[in-house]
């Protein structure tokens, strides 16, 4: 496999003075919508990852992008452990910005760790752990299930991690779950795979035949709900998935295929008994067609990406969140085992 020097091609087109636009009408940045700093997060964690999988004359190219999301994310910083979201295109601070994300500073953290493990980017190391130690001395004040979660993703190799990460997510499986509602809440909604991640990342650290069982029957679940004739229908978020009730697939994201794909490489990593190549190959190829419309998200010229499937057709806009979660399933699919890259390239072949 090779990634290719266009998949940064609408990153760029979407890269303002001040950081990572957020939106998009059609191929062009939706100014009125300005930039937020969950997705120039997002996009330094791309950025970093993707910088030893290309050729040494795109490197300067991709410390560029990096670097202007990268002042973006310092000057987002009120003081330490505290930041702002929104940010209007003329690059003032909007005021809603000022109601805390939590899911926001999920993101920050799993961005500066990635940033902190990376040779590349060693003389960022001290600034961003300077950022990083007040993030996580904050930890214990949020409550969101899915900062959790990312949160364990984000320290699974560091070697002390906040204890009320693992037993939110215990907590809410012990009191949602049942023998036909393996779940975590009492509906399925967005970034569902960051929940069995979560325990497979705590389990990194520590084994626990609970946390296991929990993850096996979790991970089941999900990739049951999702994957179906070997089409891999993400949650829509136009009526997501309540328990007693039937799966939305009104308005699919692509932020949950790149979520569930980051998983399931993980998992068959773990648990290569666990997970069905086929069923990896079905997430990643919702990207290229095999989906419910059978419509072409993402674009390999550019790496651009659809922002989403309605029961009526494609959303035709190619935002930021979009781009960065098809980028991130192409980093992923880079770094999976060659018998799941070879069959998946096998299985793209077939539908193109």
Known sequence: MQLQKELLDHFKAMMGPHGLYQHATIREPLLSEGYCTDDNARAMQMLVRLTPLISSDLKPIVQTLFQRCWDFICQAQIRPGYFTNFRSATGEWLPQGLVESEDMYARL??????????????????????????????ASEMNAPRFWAEYLIATKDMPNSDPKALQTLVSLWEQNASEDWPWFESSMTYANALFPHGLLCALHKKNDEHTERILHQSARFVISSTIRNGIFIPIGSNGWYPKGGAPSADNQQAIEAGVMLDFMIDYQRAYPDRVRVEDIAAVYLWFFGKNTNSV?????????????????????????????????????????????????????????
């Open 296 to 352: 072409l998200m993402a674009d390999e010229k550019t790496g651009a990406c659809l922002d989403g499937i309605f029961l009526t057709g494609p959303n035709l806009n190619n935002g930021a969140e979009s781009m960065l979660a098809y980028q991130w399933a192409e980093i992923r699919l880079y770094e999976a085992s060659q018998g799941v890259q070879q069959y998946v390239v096998k299985q793209k072949s077939l539908i193109s």
């Open 109 to 138: 953290i799993r961005a500066l760790v990635e940033v902190m493990h990376s040779p590349a980017y060693a003389h960022y190391h001290a600034e961003a752990a300077s950022m990083l130690e007040p993030l996580l001395t904050r």
